[in-house]
């Protein structure tokens, strides 16, 4: 059994690691992602809303191992998908305004301007910028 000093150094050690020292969600190694995401493409195809959500996965397993370069355009790539449904259907997918949301925090996270990241949603979505709601 652990006292209560031994238990708060512990959470001293581990609240003051970085992002990548911790193990990231989602729990599957970068490998693995990729695999998942070859396997869910040759399942749906490369524009399927599912792609979109294994590329958010991927792209936030990298951005929480310092790789933000790495994840922008796999979130770029998401958040292209979820508004190509959305031209195709009429309907915004659920997961829609969430990729909106990490793609911005992400680019805010990267250094871009408010003004960068507004140009670059809107050019995402085509003529207007998109909103969450």
């Not at 040759?42 to 929480?64: E, T, V």
């Not at 790539?77 to 909106?100: V, W």
């Amino acid at each position: 059994m652990y006292s209560a000093a031994s238990r708060l150094s512990r959470h001293q050690r581990s609240s003051t690691r970085k992002p990548s020292d911790r193990h990231p969600h989602p729990k599957l190694p970068k490998n693995e992602q990729h695999r998942a995401l070859a396997i869910t493409e040759a399942s749906f195809g490369k524009d399927h809303p599912n792609i979109a959500i294994r590329l958010n996965n991927l792209a936030r397993l990298l951005y929480a191992t310092d790789r933000p370069g790495e994840a922008e355009p796999l979130m770029r790539r998401a958040l292209a998908i979820f508004l190509a449904f959305q031209r195709d259907t009429g309907h915004a997918h659920p997961h829609r305004d969430a990729a909106i949301r990490n793609y911005a925090g992400l680019l805010t996270a990267m250094g871009r301007t408010e003004a960068d990241i507004a140009a670059a949603l809107a050019a995402l979505h085509g003529e207007a910028e998109p909103e969450p709601r």
